[in-house]
């Protein structure tokens, strides 16, 4: 395989360090440049030179295309389950995934699966089992017993509950099912073809969905959508905000058991929304038909009940679990398109943006720290079109950025670099 590369990115360090090198090692399984499976060695390579650190995890000789978005830490943020595949050349061939595991405290890579596609869906709560999608069947995987285990087949979405001990899920036009850790008990919750996306309430009785209320929409839009909470004991079903109907998409906690972020929507456009459920307020977020270019927004979730809202430009908005606006502020970079958002367990944003460059095949990619709290921000990590993520690493401590390079008119992934984040100090103000 070639090993000709574009120029590295530019990595910005915000901690001065002592001159260090270190060789560590890394497995993993990919697929080759022939499509043809390869398992080798990794070398992760870390050094710096007085002022900053060049650290990096690669492929090596291993090649994959495509990251899916996928990225699922443990609670304990000591491992991550992730999915990537490769687009083999010729027409007509059928991608190949893998679901690949990060173990943060070996940094070592494996493979656990692959199939033609998979979505890494997330954890049980003591870090034990990956659920994921692979093939149109919701499957886990024990790490303890190194095995692979079909749950359902047709599903594409499920969840722990909140002590591991069920897994609710909505199985392809026959309703909502719950079932044991191992997939054995399976009990059907309801008898409709269109329940969606069972989110648990924290008291692991209830579950959160996406009702199907019977009305056919036409169009290949399915049926008429409601929300409602559901008993896993009898199945009773309580109604919420029966004024809001439609297509629905996701749904996660802002603040556990009091109120969600969901996304609506269908081909026609996407919106976010804030649901209260102590308040019974609806508050819309609005539309957003180009999540990932000019005009369309991102949005992130912290584990302190808020919301943060930031569209192009760098206009920034921060809710609470009630919908109520708590700051807002423009960082006044006009034309940045934002790609996404996370938040680190002490409040603080990570984003990646980008200025459209018409005409031009690569365009500037920057990854930026914000802090709402104190009204500081620095840029982490920019360069030319080769970033395909950023993820916090353990306790917001470093950044890990997932690159990718240009090989054979195609890109590939390289590999990550690790940022370690400095003192508060080196951080510039923003505009408030």
Aim: hydrophobic share 35%; with cysteine.
């Amino acid at each position: 395989m070639s090993k000709h590369r574009m120029p590295p990115a530019k990595i910005l360090l915000v901690v001065p360090v002592l001159m260090v090198i270190a060789v560590l090692t890394l497995y993993g399984t990919a697929v080759d440049d022939k499509g043809e499976e390869s398992t080798g060695i990794l070398n992760i390579s870390s050094e710096s030179e007085s002022n900053h650190v060049n650290r990096t995890i690669g492929f090596g000789d291993l090649v994959f295309t495509g990251y899916n978005n996928d990225m699922r830490l443990t609670n304990d943020g000591k491992k991550a389950v992730f999915s990537a595949c490769h687009y083999p050349p010729g027409e007509g061939v059928e991608v190949e995934s893998s679901l690949l595991l990060l173990d943060l405290t070996t940094e070592k890579i494996t493979t656990l699966d692959r199939g033609n596609i998979i979505r890494a869906l997330g954890w049980d709560p003591a870090g034990e089992n990956v659920l994921y999608v692979k093939d149109s069947n919701l499957t886990r995987f024990s790490l303890q017993e190194g095995a692979v285990n079909t749950i359902a087949e047709e599903t594409y979405y499920g969840s722990y509950s909140p002590d591991g001990s069920m897994i609710a899920y909505a199985r392809g036009r026959s309703g909502l099912w719950i079932c044991d850790s191992d997939g054995n008990s399976q009990k059907r919750l309801t008898h409709t073809n269109e329940d969606w996306y069972p989110v648990w309430y924290p008291d692991g009785q209830h579950l959160f969905f996406f009702n199907d209320l019977g009305q056919e929409l036409g169009d290949g839009a399915g049926r008429l959508q409601g929300m409602a909470k559901i008993s896993v004991a009898d199945g009773s079903i309580e109604p919420l905000f029966p004024e809001k109907t439609g297509k629905f998409r996701s749904a996660g906690w802002i603040v556990p058991g009091e109120s969600l972020h969901v996304v609506s929507g269908w081909d026609d456009g996407y919106y976010q929304h804030i649901m209260d459920f102590n308040g019974r307020k609806i508050t819309d977020l609005g539309e957003n038909n180009n999540e990932y270019a000019q005009g369309g927004y991102v949005t992130a979730v912290s584990g302190g009940g808020r919301l943060f809202k930031v569209a192009e430009g760098g206009l920034i908005e921060i809710y609470d679990g009630t919908g109520a606006l708590q700051k807002s502020f423009d960082l006044g970079q006009a034309g940045q398109v934002y790609t996404s958002a996370s938040y680190a367990s002490d409040g603080r944003i990570l984003t990646m943006h980008y200025l459209p460059s018409p005409g031009e095949a690569q365009v500037e990619i920057v990854i930026e720290i914000l802090d709402p709290s104190t009204g500081n921000s620095t840029v982490v990590s920019q360069g030319r079109d080769n970033y395909e993520a950023c993820f916090w690493g353990i306790g917001g401590h470093e950044v890990w950025v997932l690159e990718k390079n240009v090989l054979d008119s195609h890109y590939v992934l390289t590999g990550f670099s690790l940022v370690p984040i400095g003192a508060a100090e080196l951080f510039k103000p923003l505009p408030m």
